[in-house]
């Protein structure tokens, strides 16, 4: 079995819609040999970080970089993973109210550092809140854990 831990940051409604959507995506009845786990930046533990054999991370942008929720996690995470999750397969979706390039480079540079793998393109939800956003982190969430499952990465 294979283990995908979700961490995502929902401090609105739409957010929580998001994250609710990406993890249906990741649990699609087609998807049998991966075990999944939610939770928010702030649940998350570096135990949940060593457990996973991908991450997919959700945030919010805020001020042009990630939540100050999500920079949290990788505070409290970032010693106890370094060196043990090295290539560790990961993806990221955005929220954005503008263009979520920032947001993007900040976690980019510290998964850098993790020496993380991204093995999806990261999803940047941009400008006002649309219905097809959820459609969209669907998809992200059931092909990483597609992915996850036929060892795909």
């Known amino acids: 079995m294979k283990h995908l831990l979700i961490v995502a940051h929902t401090p609105s409604p739409n957010t929580k819609q998001l994250a609710d959507s990406v993890f249906s995506g990741s649990q699609n009845s087609a998807i049998t040999g991966v075990d999944i786990v939610m939770k928010t930046p702030f649940e998350t533990t570096i135990e949940d970080v060593l457990w996973a054999n991908a991450v997919l991370l959700g945030t919010t942008e805020n001020l042009g970089y990630m939540s100050g929720a999500l920079k949290d996690f990788f505070d409290r995470t970032y010693n106890g993973a370094l060196g043990k999750t090295d290539g560790?397969?990961?993806?990221?979706y955005i929220r954005a109210g503008m263009d979520?390039?920032?947001?993007?480079?900040?976690?980019?540079?510290?998964?850098?550092?993790?020496?993380?793998?991204?093995v999806q393109?990261?999803?940047?939800?941009?400008?006002?809140?649309?219905?097809?956003?959820?459609?969209?982190?669907?998809?992200?969430?059931?092909?990483?854990?597609?992915?996850?499952?036929a060892g795909v990465f």
Not at 88 to 92: D, E, H, Q, R, T
């Open 88 to 92: 560790l397969p990961y993806a990221i």
């Open 100 to 118: 979520g390039t920032g947001t993007q480079r900040g976690i980019k540079s510290i998964t850098t550092g993790l020496r993380w793998r991204e």
């Open 121 to 149: 393109p990261p999803l940047i939800l941009k400008g006002d809140w649309r219905t097809e956003f959820l459609s969209e982190v669907n998809d992200l969430g059931m092909s990483l854990a597609a992915g996850l499952e």
